[in-house]
């Protein structure tokens, strides 16, 4: 049985890490070279999100709420506006309503296939990271 998190590490992280550098690169022209440390990724890591290789398990930008939230990063991130630990924050932001919104939930059921994914309420009842669990 795996946590939501370990699910949400290897596919919604990422998708949010892809968002935010194809936005800083291609919207707000950021280099990939300054973008990565800000993410604190390597440029190759960029690329590979910019190139759709990396962060394509789950797609949550279809989703305006999570995209306003995304959009919101990187603007603060073009702009200076955000430090290290607020990023960190923000992405656990977008990671939570990423799982309240129920888009991770089809991620769960492939990975565990007895989960009863349609009863399962774990990601919407406030159990997310960093609640007080």
Avoid: W
């Avoid at 998190?5 to 070279?33: D, G, H, N």
């Avoid at 990063?73 to 990671?95: D, G, R, Y």
Wanted: aromatic share 4%; charged share 25%.
């Amino acid at each position: 049985m795996p946590v939501p998190c370990e699910i949400a590490v290897k596919s919604v992280i990422p998708a949010i890490r892809a968002y935010v550098a194809k936005e800083l690169t291609q919207t707000y022209k950021m280099k990939q070279t300054k973008a990565a440390p800000i993410l604190g990724i390597t440029q190759t890591a960029i690329s590979k999100y910019v190139g759709n290789v990396r962060g394509q398990a789950i797609r949550i930008d279809h989703d305006r709420r999570i995209r306003n939230m995304m959009d919101e990063i990187a603007l603060k991130i073009a702009n200076q506006e955000i430090e290290t630990p607020q990023i960190i924050l923000s992405f656990c932001a977008v990671c939570k309503a990423v799982r309240e919104s129920r888009l991770m939930c089809e991620l769960c059921g492939r990975t565990d296939p007895t989960l009863e994914v349609k009863a399962c309420a774990i990601c919407t009842n406030g159990h997310a990271c960093m609640s007080g669990i």
